[in-house]
């Protein structure tokens, strides 16, 4: 069974937040996703698809790929058994919990457990109508 199934999205590490800000969405025009209120990180990136979770810190200080996992600390001790080098397991409260692990080459790359609760799915609304998301159907 794979460890990892797909790229949830790239994290950088920005000198000065807003700035990064600024370049992402009023330069390059990539939609703001979400961001944290404290200003620590701000998510851009089209509303599917792969985004840039630009984060405050030193370059060089945990940039990467990004890998979706239903549970970090379980995926990262198996990276650790089949010989790759990990790093450390971090909790951004609420949020997320990521565990770092290392290339060949010693390129970061994170394990991403979302702690957020997932949006409701919607179905496709037939023409001319909205439908509610299914749990609120009879």
């Known amino acids: 069974m794979p460890i990892v199934r797909k790229v949830q999205g790239v994290l950088c590490p920005v000198q000065d937040l807003a700035r990064a800000k600024a370049f992402y969405g009023d330069t390059l025009g990539l939609p703001l996703r979400r961001e944290d209120p404290e200003g620590r990180w701000a998510e851009f990136g089209p ?21 979706p996992v239903r549970n970090a600390q379980r995926a990262l001790r198996r990276l650790k ?58």
């Open 47 to 67: 509303p599917r698809g792969l985004g840039i979770l630009l984060h405050q810190g030193a370059a060089g200080s945990g940039g990467g790929a990004m890998f």
């Open 81 to 138: 058994r089949l010989g790759v080098q990990v790093g450390d397991l971090v909790e951004v409260p609420g949020v997320m919990v990521i565990g770092t692990f290392y290339d060949p080459d010693g390129n970061p790359h994170h394990l991403v457990q979302p702690l957020l609760p997932k949006a409701p799915r919607r179905r496709r609304a037939p023409e001319g109508g909205e439908v509610a998301p299914p749990e609120a159907q009879p």
